[in-house]
């Protein structure tokens, strides 16, 4: 890749930095891993609990075979090796809002075994370099609940409706050089994730975040000494995070001093990471098979199931809206940058009434030329996102289709279609009761010509000795006496026979 030549330079000349991200990912299912508590998100605290989350004696796990079936679906979408026989395992440590006093995650014998990711540092661009990150593992492991430090001046309370949440831990090798490949290797993975439908990948609301494993190095030299700095919730604050800490290692280590292998957070709104604890290796959590749980063996049925039920993901879509669609590359990368934009899209060719008329290819380019540049030009402005859209693939069909069979020019498109975002209703609708219906007459469009002629005559005559370049004023000028509701094809033709 390009940015595979970053370095950071100090003054013993250049360091790189090597880069590996644990992406926990929360897991789309209304139960929790072991018990049939619910997931939803901003729920009053404590109110999404059961005995065997708040870890009361006698309560026994019971795996959830829907988190299991989203992780195989999610390994499969990596194309990674789905291990039919995996173990839980108890990862033991005391925190406040760990009932049990250990976590039940996945070390040893994980569900979910080698994969890569192919990621681009310009996704939208065709001739970008890429480049394959591996990835080691996805395990499935129980979140923690939640410490609440800002309820009362003296004390902590804990939530534990987090608690029991199933998650999927996707480690990756390290095998990023830079905080721009991490940054486009989160983007990748989470848009894969919400294509699969196997997490929301929510950062902002802790339904995905990442730990942030970084190590610098003179190139050519063994990796050195690595921090991990702890739930990481945004692209942007990963990059940073890797810029800031690969620095402040090259300045230790050039300063005489060593990198200690620990536990950082990283601070939002210093841009700093802060050192939080020693880092703890796999013997001090004394991991060992979970009595509990028998070992999860999938077969054949299960696998297949899960494959069959796998969507076109990304990477084929956008190869199939170029090849088969005729899109450019920029046009497919950004519809198929996030699955709800790609569905918006199809949704709004299968509602065409074109299509069976003029083929798919040829109202596909129209279509993304509409939704890249007006559609999302136009939820810019408003703050929203394609999910919230105030205008429906429906109605974005029909404005497209009278466009189309010339009932509105392009201009008036732009003007009924702004009306549509404020009022809601439908474009045939608008164009009736407003009266917007793209003329045709060549008789009223003759006489307006005729009159732009006459006020302009000392243009006339330019245009006549050779100002082409004119023309277009004539066109502007016709076009604004009639309100612009002259068919722009008729005018240009009338006025081609007017002028000579």
């Known amino acids: ?83 039919k026989w995996s173990r839980f395992d108890r990862k033991n440590y005391f925190y406040a809002d760990l009932p049990q006093g250990y976590q039940i995650s996945q070390l040893y014998h994980p569900l979910v075994g080698e994969g890569r990711l192919l990621i681009s540092l310009d996704e939208k661009d065709p001739d970008a370099d890429t480049k394959e990150i591996g990835i080691e593992r996805i395990h499935v492991e129980q979140d923690a609940g939640k410490l609440m430090h800002d309820q009362h001046p003296t004390r902590s309370y804990v939530d534990l409706n987090r608690s029991g949440v199933a998650l999927m831990e996707i480690v990756s090798r390290p095998d990023m050089r830079s905080p721009a490949e991490a940054g486009a290797y989160v983007r990748k993975l989470r848009t894969i994730l919400r294509y699969v439908g ?206 189309a069979d010339g009932t509105i020019s392009n201009t008036l498109g732009k003007q009924v279609f702004e009306i549509m975002l404020e009022t809601g209703d439908g474009a045939g609708t608008i164009v009736e009761e407003r009266g917007l219906k793209q003329t045709s007459d060549t008789g009223a469009i003759e006489a307006v010509i005729a009159e732009v002629m006459e006020k302009n005559a000392d243009k006339v005559a330019d245009y006549r000795g050779g100002k082409d370049k004119l023309f277009g004023f004539f066109v502007g000028q016709t076009m604004k006496a009639m309100g612009g509701k002259a068919n722009p094809a008729v005018v240009n033709e009338l006025l081609k026979k007017a002028l000579g």
């Open 198 to 403: 196997s997490c929301d990948g929510n950062m902002e609301e802790g339904s995905m975040r990442a730990d942030v494993n970084v190590s610098v190095r003179k190139p050519g030299e063994p990796f050195g000494t690595r921090t991990e700095t702890k739930n990481v919730n945004s692209v942007r604050f990963v990059m940073q995070a890797i810029e800031y800490e690969a620095k402040r290692q090259v300045e230790v280590l050039e300063d005489g001093g060593r990198i200690v292998q620990e536990t950082r957070l990283f601070d939002p709104d210093k841009g700093v990471t802060r050192s939080m604890r020693s880092k703890e290796d796999a013997h001090d959590y004394r991991y060992f098979p979970d009595p509990d749980l028998l070992p999860l063996e999938l077969d054949d049925a299960f696998l297949e199931e899960c494959r069959q039920s796998l969507p076109e993901l990304p990477d084929a879509k956008r190869q199939r809206y170029e090849q088969a669609l005729g899109l450019s590359a920029y046009n497919a990368a950004v519809l198929t940058a996030e699955a709800e934009t790609a569905r918006w899209f199809e949704a709004l060719l299968a509602e065409s009434a074109l299509v069976q008329k003029k083929g798919e290819a040829e109202v596909a380019k129209a279509a993304a030329n509409w939704l890249i540049s007006d559609l999302f030009g136009a939820l810019n402005r408003l703050g929203k996102d394609i999910g919230e859209s105030p205008v429906s693939p429906a109605q974005g069909a029909e404005l497209l289709g009278l466009i």
């Open 1 to 83: 890749m390009t940015d595979s030549t970053y370095r950071i330079r100090g003054e013993t000349g250049d360091w790189e930095v090597v880069i590996g991200l644990e992406v926990h990912a929360q897991v789309t299912s209304n139960a929790k891993l072991f018990s049939g508590a619910a997931t939803a998100f901003g729920a009053e605290p404590n109110t999404q609990v059961s005995l065997v989350d708040a870890a009361m004696p006698g309560m026994l796990p019971t795996p959830n075979k829907e988190c299991i079936r989203q992780a195989v679906r999610t390994g499969m979408a990596i194309d990674a090796q789905i291990n």
